[in-house]
């Protein structure tokens, strides 16, 4: 995909992918967005499917330039999304296309999104737009499993967590501090 804009895409700010099996991909886009309010940017980091008091939003929530929205149902989807789930991704494309076209924000996180689009809740049209909305100097970051090659053509840079061993196969759950 070509932007209209006929800007260099470094001018622009790069849109990232975090996807595939292995552990990270939020991790990732947290350490990304401390290191960017370090910075003295702006971050607006939106999670997609899921709600909760993950440890991060605790620390998150609190932090000056920090603008945090959960577009999810308590827990994960199960199954196929109800109307509540599609209209809560609906309100979260908005809110990411809102932030991007703004300007104000160094750094826009869409934590979970490709599973948004992997269960069907967002279209890649939809995706598409939202990266293709970002105005110059906004650092886009997409993160989830089953990034669609589509949206990994538009990248300007993609990486894949590649599951080598979790403890998850041996029946460690998600732990407090760890992953939650
Ligand atoms: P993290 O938030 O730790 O960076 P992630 O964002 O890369 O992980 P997700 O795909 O969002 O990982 O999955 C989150 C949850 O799914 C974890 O809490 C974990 O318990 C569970 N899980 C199941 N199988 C796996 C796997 N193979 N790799 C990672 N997590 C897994
Ligand atoms: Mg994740």
Do not use: W
């Not at 929205?69 to 989807?77: A, I, L, N, S, T």
């Not at 269960?119 to 650092?139: F, H, K, N």
């Not at 460690?172 to 992953?179: F, M, N, S, V, Y």
């Amino acid at each position: 995909m070509s932007y209209d804009s006929g800007k260099d895409v470094f001018t622009r700010g790069c849109l990232q992918v975090y996807t595939g099996n292995g552990k990270g991909k939020t991790t990732a886009a947290i350490g990304l967005a401390v290191r960017a309010l370090g910075a003295g940017m702006k971050v607006f980091f939106g999670q997609f499917v899921k709600r909760g008091e993950y440890s991060e939003i605790a620390i998150l929530k609190n932090l000056e330039n920090m603008v945090l929205r959960q577009y999810g149902e308590e827990g994960f989807v199960m199954g196929k999304p109800g109307a509540s789930d599609v209209e809560a991704a609906s309100r979260g494309v908005r809110d990411a296309a809102d932030a991007l076209a703004g300007g104000n924000f160094g750094l826009v996180v869409l934590d979970e999104v490709n599973v948004a689009y992997a269960l069907g809740m967002i279209s890649l049209p939809e995706l598409l737009t939202v990266a293709a909305s970002r105005r110059d100097g906004t650092e886009l970051v997409m993160t989830g499993r089953g990034a669609p090659p589509g949206l990994i053509e538009a990248a300007d840079l993609v990486t894949e967590m590649r599951e080598v061993k979790h403890y998850f196969k041996a029946g460690l759950k998600a732990r407090k501090g760890i992953e939650s």
